[in-house]
C-alpha cells in the first residue's frame, strides 16, 4: 500500500482501513499456528497499519 494512496482517503476513511488490517492480523494470528502460507504478511500489514495511523494522526493535526 502506497502513502500517495492512503492520503487521497478521508479520515473516516483511514479508520476504517485501520480496523480492517488489524482484523486480516488478528485472522493471520489465528493460522499462526497451523501454518501460513505466506508468512511475509505479518510484516507486511503491521507496516501498513503504521503508515495508516501516521497519516490519521497527521490529518487530526492539520484540522
Excluded: Y
Excluded at 26 to 49: W, Y
Aim: charged content about 40%; hydrophobic content about 35%; cysteine-free.
Amino acid at each position: 500500500m502506497k502513502p500517495q494512496d492512503l492520503r487521497a482517503l478521508s479520515k473516516d476513511e483511514l479508520k476504517n482501513k485501520v480496523e480492517e488490517l488489524q482484523k486480516q492480523l488478528m485472522d493471520l494470528n489465528f493460522k499462526r499456528n497451523s501454518g501460513v502460507e505466506k508468512p511475509h504478511l505479518f510484516k507486511q500489514i503491521r507496516k501498513d497499519i503504521a503508515r495508516v495511523l501516521t497519516l490519521l494522526k497527521e490529518k487530526t493535526k492539520e484540522a
